[in-house]
């Protein structure tokens, strides 16, 4: 009996953890449900931009640039959110950030209503929209890494958040085609609604227990030189992850554009139909995303291996592109491209979060999140001044950067003794 009694003393902190951590499914799912708007509030512009160009009398360039100025708001201030979510504590970042969100989506929605000419004060909203959404999404992935004590819940919890991203980018052409039919700027107007959903859902289901998320002490140049300490000693792997981070989105924003553009202007598919078409490729990276997230646990060395293999998949088949005419092959390669990201980012997220400290989480992430927002900004115009010149050479140069994800996985991320994230290895 005396055995058995410490037997069972043994197994109630774990029973324990097992209820706190099952406990935590609704933080999660709000949590979750910040990156499918963030999402939304982006990506569902992407099939009215050519009906937006139409309206306004612009180039497509000058229509690339509301995707743009979005990322550049948000890249530009990333990392400051990610010092006050560090500071301050997530929830109180996200949440006000939320609220600027659907302000700056409320803005270039009703421009169209208010103003002949538009453009500018759509820009202006979408500016703010990206300063909102800097203190969104970036500050979600430190968050689910606060949550959760053992770093396969974490990765899991990744997976999931990387999963709701990309459902994001499966729902937003069909949503924002749908939208798009009852008037261009509908989607614009969308973006308030969700936002403040989202906001809600955190406000009332995200509990932080007290001392989690109390103001830290530090001043910011103590703050700055601990930093400054974290990249001298993780350095050499944090910068490669940066760099994979910004060539997923890169190659990814960048075919999604081509995609858009030559479904309407050469294949003649529009509204819902044009948005189910894209959302193929999308589903592919969502479903890649979350097999990815449950099956990795804390096993860096199988992460490593993925991130090398999903950004040479990637480099190998966006490569064929500028060769195929077929509308059925060329989905066919974008979904396999779409599975090499997927299978990439939850390794990525997950080996940043488990690797870096608490304190310095938020910062580390948030500089990463901005990594990948310069591919999202970037993307887009530099394909459209790649078709400008050669359609092969357009897709040559996405394959090449998505090698560059490759080698730098290879030569860059190792893993040490056991898996664990110590010195300057994930």
Known sequence: ?????????????????????????????????????????????????????????????????????????????????GFLSDKFGRKKVMVPSLIITGTG??????????????????????????????????VVI????????????????????????????VLSPILGAALGLLAWYVPFLAIPVLSGMAAFFIIIWVKVKKGEDETQKKKFGEFMKELGGVFREKGKWLYPIFLMGFICMFVHFGDLFYLSSILEDKYGFEGVLKGLLMAIPLLF??????????????????MKWIAFAGSLLTAVSVAWIGFVQNLVLIMAIFSVASTGIGCALPCLDSLITEGIRKEHRGTISSIFSGARLVGVALGPPAISLLLGWNLILAFVVLAGTAVVSALAALFFIKPGNGGKTQGESP
């Open 1 to 81: 009996m005396e055995c058995l009694k410490k037997r069972d003393n043994k197994q109630e902190p774990i029973l324990r953890r097992m209820n706190m951590e099952s406990g935590k499914k609704r933080d999660l799912a709000a949590l979750a449900f910040i990156p499918l708007v963030m999402t939304l509030a982006n990506s569902m512009l992407v099939p009215v931009l050519p009906q937006i160009e139409k309206s306004l009398g612009i180039n497509d360039l000058k229509s690339s640039m509301i995707i743009t100025v979005y990322s550049i708001a948000s890249i530009v201030l990333i990392p400051v959110a």
């Open 105 to 138: 989506g409320l803005l270039s929605g009703l421009s169209a209503l208010l103003f002949k000419n538009p453009y500018g004060w759509i820009l202006a909203g979408r500016i703010l929209q990206g300063i909102g959404a800097s203190g969104a999404f970036p």
């Open 142 to 169: 430190p968050c689910v890494g606060d949550m959760f004590r053992e770093e396969a819940d974490v990765s899991k919890g990744l997976g999931i958040i990387e999963t709701a991203n990309t459902v994001g980018k």
């Open 285 to 302: 990276l969502s479903i890649a995303s979350f097999v990815t997230g449950g099956k990795i646990g804390s096993k860096k060395v199988l």
